[in-house]
Nanobody, 115 residues
Framework: VQLVESGGGLVQPGGSLRLSCAAS????????MKWYRQAPGKERELVATINSPGRSTSYATSVKGRFAISRDNTKNTMYLQMNSLKPEDTAVYYC?????????WGQGTQVSVSS
C-alpha cells in the first residue's frame, strides 16, 4: 500500500488549496478514505472521511462548510478542497486508508496559512 499526498503550500488567510492523495497497492475503490492533520504540538486529528463509492462524507466541525472531500476511483485518487483557509488550518495533512484492519499513511503535505 502506498499513499502519496501533494498540493500543500503557503496561502494567505481566506485562500484555497486542493490536496491530492494518490493511492496504489490495494483495491482503492473498496475502501473508505480519510484526511487527517497534525499541527505543531498537537495530536493528529480527523478532518474528513469519504466512503468507498464516494457518496457519503463527514467532516470535523472545525472545517465543515469550508472543506470538501472527494475521490476519483478511476484514478485511485482522493482530494481535499480547502476554501476560506484560516491560520488555525496550518498543519501537516495526511491521507489514511485502513486496509484489512491495518492503517496506512502517506508522508504528509504541509499546509501553512499566513499573511
Amino acid at each position: 500500500v502506498q499513499l502519496v499526498e501533494s498540493g500543500g503550500g503557503l496561502v494567505q488567510p481566506g485562500g484555497s488549496l486542493r490536496l491530492s492523495c494518490a493511492a496504489s497497492g490495494f483495491a482503492f475503490n473498496m475502501y473508505a478514505m480519510k484526511w487527517y492533520r497534525q499541527a505543531p504540538g498537537k495530536e493528529r486529528e480527523l478532518v474528513a472521511t469519504i466512503n468507498s463509492p464516494g457518496r457519503s462524507t463527514s467532516y470535523a466541525t472545525s472545517v465543515k462548510g469550508r472543506f470538501a472531500i472527494s475521490r476519483d476511483n478511476t484514478k485511485n485518487t482522493m482530494y481535499l478542497q480547502m476554501n476560506s483557509l484560516k491560520p488555525e488550518d496550518t498543519a501537516v495533512y495526511y491521507c489514511n486508508a485502513r486496509v484489512v484492519g491495518v492503517d496506512y499513511w502517506g508522508q504528509g503535505t504541509q499546509v501553512s496559512v499566513s499573511s
